[in-house]
């Protein structure tokens, strides 16, 4: 286990992403199942279907056994943030829109954009592949959490949020196009979403609806 650990800290960039990636989000899918007011071991289901869902859907669109049945410090570092979760609500009220959530949100958004990202290109699948994959990494995981929490997944109906995977996906991919080097292209991978993640939180970016654009053109 502590070499696992000293590989993910000092190791290529897919492992770093993918540790950051799963605190960050089992932190904030806990979040929503205490706000639910779901028990302990609710909390726990949902923190690690956010954590786990989206990238086992990438590891079953690549043909690989998902990484989660791989190694046991995955379920670890899931366990982690759960436990930071149920912590934080100790501290602070109203945890799930707290600041320090938000941004864990935005990371663990940029981590999973970038390990989709690399895992696709790794597979040797199209531009259209590596974006596709990139976003699914991202944003899976919170759409399960949210069939769990009995509501329709806010990604389809609300926030500026899959799009910032969107375009660290193409980033990504157009940074590797250009023969930039992995670890560059994971970094650019990760600024370009978590930047347009916290961007939009901050000024409150949505796409429109339909509804929207009748009323604007009223």
Known sequence: MASELLGV???????????????????????????????????????????????????????RVPLALQSP??????????????????????????????????????????????VATEASVSAFGVVAVATINAVGGGAFADILLDRAPFILFEDFYASCAVLGGTTY????????????????CASVTVGTRLVAVTYDWRLPTVQSAQSASR
């Open 73 to 118: 410090l995955e379920i670890g570092l899931g366990l982690l943030g759960v436990g930071l979760a149920i912590a934080l609500n100790v501290v602070f009220s109203s945890v799930e829109t707290h600041p320090l959530t938000l941004v864990a949100d935005a990371i663990g958004l940029a981590a999973f954009a970038t390990t989709g990202a690399i």
């Open 9 to 63: 800290l000092f190791g290529d960039p897919f492992a770093a992403m993918n540790t950051i990636g799963l605190v960050a989000f089992a932190l904030v899918g806990s979040t929503k199942a205490i706000r639910e007011e779901f028990d302990v071991f609710g909390i726990a289901v949902v923190g690690l279907t956010m954590a786990f869902a989206g990238g086992a859907t990438r590891d079953l669109l690549v043909t």
């Open 173 to 188: 991919w157009a940074a590797t196009a250009l023969g930039v080097t992995g670890s560059t292209a994971a970094a650019a």
